[in-house]
């Protein structure tokens, strides 16, 4: 009995804030542990961390959040290189932008069959629509490479853009086989 009292004394505050304490080191250890994975993890772990939504995510949540980011940087890219399509006054630099335009263009549809791919739980396909994304956009690279009016912004955007695909790519895999019971352990 006197035990009882003594657990229930306990200031529940002081609980829940050793429970955020815990959550939030393991969640960073998730984090690190994911982007140690990828080429250039500082950026990736700066990436992940700039969106609040991370410090309280599982391994299935922090796959959302980076196909959202993904999408919203594909979608962000388009419409500048429509822009630049719009304003250049060089026709073969607008055949570059239209043909780039095209394989991001490409790329959205893959990522809105990614997001019903997640929804279903199918993260084996999730990496083959990842994968034709990239091959999009190294099409579009290839096709400005030597292009000397590309803003040094743009080709930091697809950097990013790829690294988030690598990071669905590694999270997805990871995912892949995991019963749904378990998804949330990791």
């Known amino acids: 009995m006197l035990l009882c009292l003594l657990f229930m004394s306990i200031d529940p505050s002081f609980a829940g804030h ?34 609040s939504r991370t410090s309280g995510a599982d391994n299935r949540g922090l796959l959302e959040i980076t196909i959202d980011l993904a999408y919203t940087k594909a979608t962000d890219i388009h419409k500048d290189l429509n822009s630049l399509y719009d304003s250049s006054g060089d026709y073969k630099l607008k055949d570059r932008y239209n043909s780039c335009s095209k394989n991001y263009h490409d790329t959205i549809r893959n990522l809105d069959l990614v997001k019903k791919l997640f929804n279903d ?8 629509q990842i994968s034709d994304s990239v091959e ?3 099409d579009c690279k290839n096709q400005l490479k030597n292009n000397e009016n590309d803003s040094h912004d743009l080709k930091k955007r697809t950097k ?14 990871s995912l892949e086989g995991k019963d749904r019971d378990d998804e949330d352990d990791d």
Not at 23 to 28: F, I
């Open 136 to 138: 999009e956009i190294r």
């Open 160 to 173: 990013e853009f790829e690294l988030l695909c690598d990071v669905i790519k590694i999270s997805a895999k």
């Open 18 to 51: 050793h429970h955020k304490k815990h959550h939030d080191k393991h969640n960073k250890s998730r984090l690190k542990k994911l982007c140690s994975k990828i080429s250039d993890s500082k950026l990736c772990l700066d990436f992940l961390k700039s969106d």
């Open 121 to 128: 739980r199918d993260y084996k396909r999730i990496e083959v």
